[in-house]
């Protein structure tokens, strides 16, 4: 099992999209371990797009990601980290298929609506850190974890 950090972004939170998306990442059977909503400041958001900070985006990025407030969890599951990225789309909405987060409400690449872990070796951890505190993290047993798992 293997938890994934995953932010709805300002404009998903602005259309009201936090209890859509929600509702997908539970009914899919993820297990929420953590959450807060919050507005990034400058410092956090240039430390979560560090890897971004030489692309020409980087300062429209950064305005835009603490444009306003974010809905940051910590989702938990078996393959959790590519399991989001697949229920997320690609990172241009336009050419994300239907089905997807970013394919049913999304059209423009900077206002993708959700940010998920990418499957580099230790980028969940990393982005969890970043958000959370360990005691913040939530360790439980969801009632269908029996049905969800062989
Ligand atoms: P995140 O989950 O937000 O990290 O998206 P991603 O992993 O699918 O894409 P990536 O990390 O490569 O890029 C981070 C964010 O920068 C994307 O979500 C886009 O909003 C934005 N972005 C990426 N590429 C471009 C680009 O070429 N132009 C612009 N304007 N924005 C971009
Ligand atoms: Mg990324």
Do not use: C
Not at 30 to 48: C, M, N, P, S, T
Not at 49 to 72: R, W
Not at 96 to 108: C, H, I, K, Y
Request: proline share 3%; net charge negative; glycine share 10%.
């Amino acid at each position: 099992t293997e938890r994934t950090f995953v932010m709805v972004k300002p404009d998903g939170v602005q259309r009201g999209l936090i209890g859509e998306i929600v509702s997908r990442f539970e009914d899919r059977g993820l297990k929420l371990v953590g959450a807060k909503f919050v507005r990034i400041d400058r410092d956090l958001a240039e430390r979560h797009y560090g890897e971004h900070e030489d692309k020409p985006f980087f300062g429209d990025l950064v305005s835009f990601i603490t444009s306003g407030p974010v809905m940051a969890m910590v989702w938990e599951g078996q393959d959790a980290v590519a399991q989001v990225r697949t229920m997320m789309g690609e990172t241009d909405p336009a050419e994300s298929a239907p089905g997807t987060v970013r394919g049913d409400f999304g059209l423009d690449l900077g206002r993708n609506v959700i940010h998920g872990s990418d499957t580099e070796e230790g980028s969940n951890e990393r982005e969890i850190d970043l958000f959370f505190d360990e005691d913040e993290l939530l360790d439980y047993e969801r009632s269908d974890e029996t049905w969800l798992y062989e």
